[in-house]
């Protein structure tokens, strides 16, 4: 019975453990959430402000030469917070493009959901991207007063709710207190807050019904053309691979072995030697197929996961090359297979082509996606048209309604970016 109980303490214990850790997680998330929420609250205050001066001016006609640069600021600001909301959560389908002269601005459907977000993220959504970055700081500012009372002045206000206390290490163990409770509002709390902040960009920003969704449905259609496309020419690599070498191996070993059976009762040695080249020939053919088979997929990835991949691609490359991967739990294996594969081309042409000193690969999973940074101190000048595996690389990435940016100036440095859905 006494093991029986220890069981189930030892199981509480690990439940509630997982508990915590998955609600600090959570509210890290949503604290970022709402910090990147801040920021593009404080920009919508700015354009609504801006859109109230315009319709004020707009009444003896100055604001009608200004409206068309509102309407702009106005779509590429609500374009922003779509793909911030993408980063933490499922994608925001934008609808077509919005107009930007002011008449058929004022009658068109997604101008008008996007200025109702505008009013709510510049209000409601700017609070909270300011509760969400102020209760942190409270939290650390009470949790942390025993280390530092001692050194503040004695009619200093101690708390961050203003109440003034003694300076006296029960004081300063009550004001501990205080920081435990702004940690439980923080944990409680924040994911809804986050939620809260996002509803109005969801709601209003996503298409509506009244929207043609072709455009989407033809964006969707050319992935999946890319997707067969990145198929066939894998396919078409691999029976390279094994019709120009292992095959080719293959036929030698089966040559030599006849040579050798024919060559045995009259000429042992030559036989023998025979066999070892037949014997050397087979081991090259194995190797090839093993060769062949990790491009298919590479068995590093399950066995040592993103990172460890990572590290022995970075391990095998010509440039020193450093890798930093926050990657929390595992994606989908074809989006593992994606990344690794698109690392190993990049690395392939920052050896070749680049004459970069350095590079670093940067991988952090936020908001569902995989975002993927490979940057280098060389030459620049990438090109995808050009060839060099960028081609293949974009294929890849459409395979999975992923984006890819490519920034590589004449004279460097290099910066490619990916993202791919975590789950796709």
């Known amino acids: 019975m006494a093991v029986d109980q220890d069981a189930a303490d030892g199981d509480r214990s690990a439940g509630l453990k997982a508990t915590v850790v998955q609600a600090t997680r959570a509210a890290g998330a949503a604290i970022g959430q709402l910090a990147s929420g801040l920021g593009t609250s404080v920009l919508a205050l700015l354009v609504l402000l801006w859109l109230a001066a315009t319709a004020v001016a707009s009444l003896v006609g100055v604001g009608l030469l200004v409206a068309p640069a509102v309407l702009r600021v106005l779509h590429g600001l609500a374009g922003r917070e779509r793909e911030r909301l993408g980063r ?55 949790s942390a007063f025993p280390l530092y009372w001692k050194l503040a002045p004695a009619n200093a206000t101690a708390t961050s709710v203003g109440v003034g206390v003694a300076h006296s290490w029960p004081d300063a163990l009550a004001v501990t207190l205080l920081g435990a409770g702004w940690i439980a509002i923080i944990l409680g709390l924040t994911p809804g807050m986050a939620r809260l902040q996002a509803r109005p960009g969801r709601r209003f920003l996503a298409a509506g019904p009244e929207v043609d969704l072709s455009l989407r449905i033809a964006e969707l259609t050319s992935t999946r053309a890319a997707a067969l496309d990145a198929h066939a020419t894998e396919l078409r690599r691999i029976e390279r691979s094994l019709h120009d070498g292992t095959q080719n191996r293959m036929v030698s070993v089966t040559v030599l072995l006849g040579a050798a059976r024919r060559m045995v009762a009259r000429d042992p040695a030559g036989a023998d030697e025979l066999l070892e080249r037949a014997q050397s020939a087979a081991e090259q053919a194995l190797a090839e197929l093993r060769s062949v088979s990790r491009s298919i997929l590479p068995p590093v990835l399950k066995d040592r996961g993103l990172a460890g991949a990572l590290s022995g691609l970075a391990a095998e490359c010509a440039v020193p090359c ?17 990344a690794y594969f698109v690392v190993a081309e990049a690395l392939t042409n920052i050896a070749k082509h680049s004459g970069a ?36 690389i974009r294929r890849r990435i459409a395979a999975h309604d992923g984006t890819l940016t490519l920034v590589s100036p004449p004279g460097g440095p290099t910066t490619l970016k990916v993202e791919l859905p975590c789950g796709s």
């Open 322 to 338: 450093r890798v930093d991967v926050d990657v929390s739990q595992r994606c989908a294996a074809s989006v593992e297979a994606t």
């Open 88 to 142: 933490w959560g499922p994608e925001v389908v934008s609808p077509q493009p919005s107009p930007t002269r002011l008449r058929p601005a004022l009658v068109d459907p997604a101008t008008q959901r996007e200025f109702h977000w505008l009013v709510r993220h510049a209000t409601l959504g700017l609070l909270l991207g300011l509760l969400g970055v102020l209760l942190p700081v409270l939290a650390i500012r009470d």
């Open 357 to 392: 000193g350095r590079a670093a690969v940067t991988v952090q999973a936020r908001g569902g996606r995989l975002h993927l940074c490979v940057e280098d101190d060389g030459q620049g000048g990438a090109d995808d048209e050009r060839g060099s595996g960028l081609a293949g």
